[in-house]
Structures are given as structure tokens and as C-alpha cells.
């Protein structure tokens, strides 16, 4: 728990489409490196190193310039058991925090629900982007979801946009009865929170300047509805879908992607220091798996075992988790080797920084990292 007197805030970052964990995260000091990426490899001189086995992708310098601060958790080996390459069902094992079986709830759903058992606030939990993310789904729990608060219209949007969404792409898997007993439930009290969140931009004014990507955007709102004291304890967002799913030209796209959502962590970060907020928040930044060890030619195909990133000034910055092993014998069919299961990273996070009860949430019981100050 941190010792503000705010309560403290989570912000999660989605990279859709998998980011490849071995050019993230880059054990350029390990021979077998460069013989894996002939075409993809980043020179040892290029990496921002950390240590002398690990470093930063170069175009990540200003997550690297955090991590410096010690203001950076990086959980290496992340992963899940028995590893599911689609897109889809890894997401979903993330976003829901069962790797075994499919659940109607989302973890942060669930979290939602603790945080706000009597349904005080329609804004506890806001949502930017196209759709609503299924970790914040959860029977009876309302989360505002818009596209971008300088353009939102009242009781536009989300009836049309992320519920429909949400609708469309979750009968399937749960049946279309579920999904409408939770769109009644919450459908209304989401459009009402969207309609007060317009008013963020007006109580907002900054010297920090957000790059124009949609990424940097929603990150701006984020920092708009934290500032507006609206009490929203979560806040999620992310890359559009398959933004990170670099199967070819990844040596052009990789960079430019990393260059920009470093950019705008940072810029988030610096204009939350400015409000005297830095504080109040902790982001996690996380992707569904990791990628092939062996590059393709031009990219890389869908692996496993990754990295994910916890950043805040309530972060104990450092190196979690084991760097998984490149020797070929070590490889899960060819992928890197998780040793880190996901859930004690959600388990740390909410227990040691929001003061929840994990073992309710994820339906078990974690082994917890230290990455959160005492």
C-alpha cells in the first residue's frame, strides 16, 4: 500500500499482438543470441545494457532512462502454464487469470468489485480504446469505456462501439445469454460514467507534450481522468490489435513501435511528476506471449515465454524472474522457456500496491515478488 493519502491507482498497458520478448529484452552477451537473429540481431554496442548480459532494445530509451531511476520492475521469463500460441486465447488467459479453463470474469473485474462492493462509483475503473478489454468484465461491474475524451459526445460511443464489441466478440465463447446479463446490468451506469468524464480535458492544463499517436492519446486522457479526481482506482488502455504481431519488416516496425509507447510511458509519467501525482500511480505493461527464438528471415513467428514491465515511483526497479536459457536443449519447441507465472505479478500488484485480497481474485494462492516499495 503506498503511504499517500490518495489511494493508490493501477494502470495497465496492453501491447497487443505480441512484442518480441528477445529484441525487448536483449541478452546480447549470449553467443546463441546472435546466432538466432542473423537479420534481427541489435549489436551489443547498440543495446542498452542494464548488466553485462541483458539490455534495453535501443528504440526503448526512455523506459531505459526510468529503469536508471529505478523506477522500472522488469519480469523476465513471464509466462503461463502450457503455453497457448493464438492471439485470442492468450489474451484471454491473461485478461481473466485462468490458464486452464474459460470464465465469464475478468481479473480486474473481480478487482473492480472489491474495490467498490456497494457501487458508489460508475468510475472506478475507465477504459480507453476500441472495445472493452474482458479483464475489466465482471457481472455487475460498471466500467466506462470511450474512444477519446477531447472528441466524445454524450451517450454516444459506447452503445454503438464497446459493448456491441464486447457482445460480438464474447458469445461466442461464454453464450450470448451471459454476455447480455452483463451488458444490461452495466450498460447504462457505463454511459453515464463516460458522459462525466468529459469533463477531465476542461480541469486539465500541462507543459508536457503528448506525441499525436493514438497511444499517446489515450495515455493523455489517462492522465486527464487521474488528475480530474474522479476516484478511478483503474485505468487501462493499450495499442490497437496486432500492433506488435511483427511476422515480417520487423526491423523497421519493431523500433518505431518501441520509440513510441517508451515515449509516451515517459511523458505520462513526467506529467503526473509535474502534478505532484507520481506518486499515486504504478503501470504494468504486458503482451500475450512472447515470439520464436529463431527469426523467420524478416520477423518472428508466435512463441512463448516473455517480458512484461512494472513502472512507478512506488517500483523497487530491477531484474525479477529468470532470464530464460537460449541453449536449444532449454527451448519449449523452439520458444523461450517460461519460468515466471503471470499471476504472481497480478498477485503483487494487488496485494502489496491496491490492498486487495489476491487469493480471491485470482482463485489461488501466488508466490509475490518485492518490486513494490515497503
Known amino acids: 500500500m ?14 497487443s499482438g505480441a512484442y518480441d520478448a528477445l529484441n525487448t529484452f536483449i541478452p546480447y552477451s549470449d553467443p546463441l543470441y546472435m546466432d538466432y537473429r542473423p537479420m534481427l540481431k541489435v549489436e551489443p554496442e547498440q543495446v542498452l545494457a542494464v548488466n553485462d548480459e541483458v539490455g534495453f532494445h535501443p528504440a526503448m530509451a526512455p523506459l531505459k532512462a526510468l529503469y536508471d531511476q529505478g523506477k522500472v520492475a ?29 470464465v465469464t470474469d475478468g481479473w480486474l473485474g473481480r478487482a473492480i468489485r472489491d474495490l467498490d462492493p456497494n457501487k458508489e462509483n460508475i468510475l472506478t475503473a475507465v477504459n480507453f480504446g476500441r472495445g472493452l478489454p474482458r479483464a475489466l468484465a465482471a457481472p455487475g461491474v460498471s466500467v466506462a469505456s470511450v474512444g477519446n475524451l477531447e472528441t466524445y459526445g454524450v451517450l454516444t460511443g459506447i452503445q454503438g462501439e464497446a459493448l456491441e464489441i464486447f ?68 485505468l487501462y488502455t493499450g495499442v490497437n490489435p496486432g500492433t506488435f504481431d511483427t511476422h515480417a519488416n520487423q526491423n523497421i516496425t519493431f523500433p518505431k513501435l518501441w520509440n513510441d509507447v517508451t515515449s509516451a510511458v515517459s511523458t505520462f ?18 503482451t500475450e506471449f512472447g515470439r520464436r527464438v529463431k527469426e523467420n528471415g524478416s520477423g518472428t ?74
Request: proline share 4%; glycine share 8%; no cysteine.
Open 167 to 234: 457482445a460480438r466478440t464474447y458469445s461466442p465463447a461464454i453464450g450470448s445469454g451471459a454476455v447480455n446479463d452483463y451488458l444490461s446490468q452495466t450498460g447504462l451506469d457505463a454511459l453515464k460514467g463516460a458522459d462525466i468524464l468529459t469533463s477531465a480535458p476542461q480541469m486539465y492544463s500541462s507543459t508536457q507534450e503528448y506525441n499525436r499517436d493514438l497511444f499517446a492519446q489515450w495515455l493523455k486522457n489517462i492522465a486527464q481522468v487521474h488528475l480530474a479526481d474522479f476516484g478511478t482506482r483503474i
Open 269 to 286: 509519467y513526467h506529467d503526473l511528476k509535474e502534478h505532484h501525482a507520481n506518486e499515486e500511480v504504478v503501470i504494468l505493461m504486458f
Open 301 to 374: 513467428d508466435h512463441g512463448s515465454g516473455g517480458v512484461a514491465f512494472v513502472i512507478g515511483d512506488a517500483v523497487k526497479g530491477g531484474l525479477y524472474g529468470e532470464y530464460p536459457s537460449l541453449k536449444p536443449e532449454k527451448l519449449d519447441e523452439g520458444d523461450l522457456q517460461w519460468n515466471n507465472d503471470f499471476r504472481s505479478t497480478y498477485a503483487t500488484l494487488l496485494e502489496q500496491w491496491m490492498g486487495l485480497d489476491s487469493k480471491a481474485i485470482l482463485r489461488g494462492s501466488f508466490e509475490q515478488f518485492d518490486f513494490i516499495k515497503g
Open 74 to 102: 522488469v519480469l523476465q521469463g513471464i509466462g503461463y502454464p502450457n503455453p497457448i500460441r493464438s492471439h485470442f486465447r492468450s489474451m484471454d488467459i491473461w485478461h481473466t487469470a485462468e490458464p486452464a479453463k474459460m
Open 2 to 15: 503506498t503511504a499517500n493519502k490518495k489511494p493508490p491507482v493501477l494502470v495497465v498497458l496492453q501491447m
